[in-house]
Nanobody
Framework: QVQLVESGGRWVQAGDSLRLSCAASGRTFSSYNREWMGWFRQAPGKEREFVARISWSSGTTGYADSVKGRFTISRDNAKNTISLQMNSLKPEDTGVYYC????????????WGQGTQVTVSS
């Protein structure tokens, strides 16, 4: 199986910075091909939306337009972790942030963490 454990979420004020981390583990995570890992978020009353992702092999990154220039995703292959550095936070960044891992073994599998709450106060 795959376990994804997020950490780092908390209450902050607008303009502050915050760093989220996600640690991956499990036999499936170790044995399947890791395509990418990333972050989604869900604000109250809204649908879950893409935030950022990073290719496990090449390190190529992608970001939602709303976070470009403010958020940076990174990975540590040796520790099976990814991080999301969030700068210049805005109230609209508030939500539950979920770590996602896409693995490939004949077909694709998406695994989700439990989420970590980020609240940005104005």
């Amino acid at each position: 199986q795959v376990q994804l454990v997020e950490s780092g979420g908390r209450w902050v004020q607008a303009g502050d910075s915050l760093r989220l981390s996600c640690a991956a583990s499990g036999r499936t995570f170790s044995s399947y091909n890791r395509e990418w890992m990333g972050w989604f978020r869900q604000a109250p009353g809204k649908e879950r939306e893409f935030v950022a992702r990073i290719s496990w092999s090449s390190g190529t990154t992608g970001y939602a337009d709303s976070v470009k220039g403010r958020f940076t995703i990174s990975r540590d292959n040796a520790k099976n972790t990814i991080s999301l550095q969030m700068n210049s936070l805005k109230p609209e960044d508030t939500g539950v942030y979920y770590c996602v891992a896409r693995l490939v073994h004949i077909t694709t599998y998406d695994y989700w963490g439990q989420g970590t709450q980020v609240t940005v106060s104005s």
